[in-house]
Nanobody, 124 residues
């Protein structure tokens, strides 16, 4: 059974950092493109960044570029989202997603497998 489980969410002050994890089971992450998405209160879910399966290329939405980093540890079958310089507008439920894609994508509809999400709240 394919499963993705996010962890690491919580409350952080503006300017702070947080690292989210996305652990996969039932399949090997090596072959999958992994995306991190987020849904802010009252907004649609949007793609934040992703990492391709083939060569590890990354793609970032403008809103997170320079502040968020995605990486993968294939030995642990886990993908990480390192967030820094967090802003209140980064408050959202963060989801990881996976699929067999030929190129990077931040489109929701491109991904079949989703985690349950983890809440990140940026507030003083």
């Amino acid at each position: 059974q394919v499963q993705l489980v996010e962890s690491g969410g919580g409350l952080v002050q503006p300017g702070g950092s947080l690292r989210l994890s996305c652990a996969a089971s039932g399949f090997t992450l090596d072959y999958y493109t992994i995306g991190w998405f987020r849904r802010a209160p009252g907004k649609e879910r949007e793609g934040a960044l992703c990492i391709s399966s083939s060569d590890g290329r990354t793609y970032y939405a403008d809103s997170v570029k320079g502040r968020f980093t995605i990486s993968r540890d294939n030995a642990k079958n886990t993908v990480y989202l390192q967030m820094s310089s967090l802003k209140p507008e980064d408050t959202a439920v963060y989801y990881c997603a996976a699929d067999l894609l030929t190129q990077e994508s931040l489109l929701n509809e491109e991904y079949r497998y989703w985690g349950q999400g983890t809440q990140v709240t940026v507030s003083s």
